[in-house]
Each structure stands twice: as C-alpha cells, then as structure tokens.
C-alpha cells in the first residue's frame, strides 16, 4: 500500500469522528502554540537586550573606578576616586586601537527655568561623547573643545528634560537660560531620543562640559568613568589589555596587586547577557513542551481506541492481502496526520499570539524560521513515537480472531 493511500484511509477516518479528532489535536495545538510563543518572547528579549547594549556604544570599553575597603569590608563599586581626564587622554594618545575616547561625572542636580524646576542627572562629558556613545544631536549642536578648555556654561538636553521644562517634547529650546545648582547655562543642543532601559529613562539628562561640571558645579578632579571606543571588534582584547597596563603604570599599581579600577569589554556583557536569555528561552520552552507531551499521550490513547473499535477493519483487511507494514504504516500515518495537522493550526496561533503580546504588551518578540521548523518537527515526532504501540498493537492481530471480533 502506498503512503497516498495510507494518507486517504487515516484522513477517512479521522473525518468519521471530526469531534474526536479535534479534541485530540487540542493538546497538540495548545503545545505547539506555546512553544513559539515562548521561544518568541526569549529570543525577542535576547536581541532587545543585545540592541540596548549596543546603542550604548559601539565596540566599547568602559572603565570603572575600583572599590575601596575599610576595616576588611569591600565598599561598593567606584567608592575609590582614581580616574581622571588626563587617564582618558592618555589612553587616546597611547593606545593605537583606539579610535575615540569620552570621560563622564554625573550628578543629580536641580535644574530650574523660570517656575519650573526638575530634579534629574546633570553629566559633565567630552565633545566625544555624542561619537563614543552613539548619541547622536536632534537639534543645535554639541558643546565644542574650545568650550570645553574654557569651562563654558552650555548645556544640551534629552527630550525628557525638554517636555518638563519646556512644557513639550517637541519643543526648541536653544538660546533658552535655565540654572544647574544656581549657575546659569544656555542651551546650545538637544540629544535624539536614545529611549528608556528598564527603569532608566536614558533622555532625562542634562550634558555639559565636563570641566564645567567638575569646576564650576560640582568641584571635583576625578571621573565616574571612562568610555573608550575601539576602531574594530577584533582589536577588543587587545586594545582592553593595553588599556589595563597604562592605566596600572599611571596609576602606580605594582606587580601582583589588584588594579584600582576595573575595564568592561562590552562584547563579554552582550554574551553574558545573551546567555542568561538562552537559558530563560530554553527554560520557557520547556516548560512548554510539556503540554506536547501531554497532547501525544492523547493521541495514543485515542489511537488505542480506534484500533479497539476497528479490530473487524482490520481481519477484513488482512484477509484479503494486508500484510502487517501494510496496518502498521496506516496507522503510524494515522497519529502523524493528527500531530501534525495540530502543529501546523498550533504553529499559527503561536505566531498570532506572539505578535498580539508585542502589540498589546510592548514586549519584543522574534518569531525565526528555526523555531517554526522546530515546533512542527517536534509535533510529529511525537505523533510517531506515542502512534508506534498501538499501531504494532494492530498490525499484531491475529486475523481470524480479529474477524470474530463485534
């Protein structure tokens, strides 16, 4: 017998009980849905939190101050005041990958206009910075190095701070005066919208100079960090490695003791972080996949009972030619045409719920063709495995004992 007619008869008789057939794809359908949408969510979040970290700067290295301790209790990260801007130009200077570099202080500061006032991060920077962390000026300009040696009182803004300010986000604030802790600034420019990360909404930002910041705001030598742009992810390591040795050698730290700042190569942060998303997409699917193997116990169960109530089908059947390949493979195509057609109606529920949760939800979802080849896969797999037994249940018959049987 061939598979067409394998596939006419199963079709035939899962026609005759529509209602049981239905039913028993459900747990299929249910199972399959599950999984693409889940596997969506995962690998959604991993390429969200890949992009965010990427809009952070590219190929970027980001040092941090080390942490102090006291009394054999190790303070908080960048509690020790060892960076400086002369460290940034430096690395500049000294370190041929890299490319470009922007040192940062930043404070919480009360930045007021006429009868309005907002309490938000004042970040003193360098002219690199719109470079260094890919943010890019909407409108006006960025401050310049001129004014930077000159500790000129000029601001740029997020939106965020425009809307609170200026009452709209659209707003053109330049040539506009408001004061940082009492010292008067302009407004010379207006970040892009870079968007919100978590809890952290990246436009309620203040940005000016950083000499500014240091001398006249805050009065402070040191930086919070420096970010340094390499000119090729392949020199990462190397440029990060060069980075260590100047800055340990200017800092004076010798052989064989701890550093007292530490370095972050932003490609180790994308793979932890990518890790940590394989795993929760892994686990989501899953979990899952219980429910497919929940609906494969269905269709051999079902399959048992219809090798039950069609034992007289099957002596006529063997009586007249049937050889045992012959029932054996109608009913293994049997439970595969089952699986698979809830696969296929599950495959697309699948999609359509995924695509509803990130219209509905705002949650960033990626349907690939990997995981739709996956979950249909896995269906039929199932359908086969849990369709073998009573499929050999019914090609086993004894043909004059099936023939008796009512």
Avoid: C
Avoid at 8 to 13: D, P, S, T, W
Avoid at 126 to 144: H, K
Avoid at 254 to 259: C, L, Y
Avoid at 360 to 366: F, K, M, V
Wanted: hydrophobic fraction near 50%.
């Amino acid at each position: 017998m061939t598979l067409v007619s394998s596939m006419q008869i199963a079709l035939r008789a899962l026609v005759a009980n529509k209602l049981r057939a239905v039913l028993t794809m459900l747990g299929v359908i249910i199972g399959v849905a599950a999984v693409v949408t889940m596997v969506s969510i995962g690998q959604g979040a991993r390429q969200a939190v890949a992009a965010q970290v990427q809009s952070l700067g590219s190929n970027l290295l980001t040092i941090f101050p080390g942490s102090a301790g006291q009394f054999g209790v190790r303070q908080g990260q960048g509690s020790l005041q060892t960076l400086t801007w002369e460290d940034a130009e430096a690395i500049a200077s000294e370190v041929p990958e890299v490319e470009a570099v922007t040192a940062e202080f930043s404070r919480n500061a009360q930045v007021v206009r006429g009868s309005e006032n907002v309490n938000t991060s004042v970040s003193g920077v360098t002219p690199a910075f719109p470079e260094v962390r890919n943010s890019p000026i909407d409108n006006g300009a960025f401050f310049t190095q001129a004014e930077m040696a000159s500790r000129a009182r000029v601001a740029v803004l997020g939106r965020t701070v425009v809307e609170r300010l200026f009452g709209d986000r659209a707003a053109s604030p330049l040539g506009a005066t408001l004061k940082v802790n009492r010292v008067t600034f302009t407004v010379i420019g207006v970040l892009a919208e870079r968007g919100a990360t978590g809890f952290n909404d990246r436009d309620d930002i203040v940005l000016v100079p950083l000499t500014t910041a240091q001398r006249r705001l805050f009065g402070v030598d040191f930086v919070r960090a420096i970010f340094v742009k390499v000119r090729d992810a392949g020199q990462m390591t190397v440029a990060q490695e060069r980075a260590e040795t100047l800055l340990r050698i200017r800092h004076r730290v010798t052989a064989g003791e701890e550093s007292d700042f530490t370095i972050r190569n932003q490609a180790d942060v994308i793979q932890t972080f990518q890790g940590v998303s394989q795993t929760m997409t892994l686990l989501l699917g899953g979990i899952a996949a219980v429910s497919l193997l929940v609906g494969g116990i269905g269709i051999m169960n079902i399959m048992l009972v219809s090798v039950t109530e069609r034992t007289r089908e099957i002596g006529i059947r063997k009586a007249v030619g049937a050889t045992r390949r012959d029932i054996l493979s109608q009913f293994l195509v049997e439970s595969l045409v089952l699986s698979v057609s809830g696969g296929v109606i599950g495959l697309l529920l699948g999609i359509g719920g995924s695509r509803a949760i990130s219209a509905l939800a705002g949650w960033a979802t990626l349907i690939s063709p990997g995981s739709l080849v996956m979950a249909v896969s896995f269906a039929a797999a199932v359908g086969i495995f849990f369709g073998i037994y009573p499929a050999q249940r019914a090609a086993g018959l004894d043909p004059i004992v099936a023939l008796r049987y009512e």
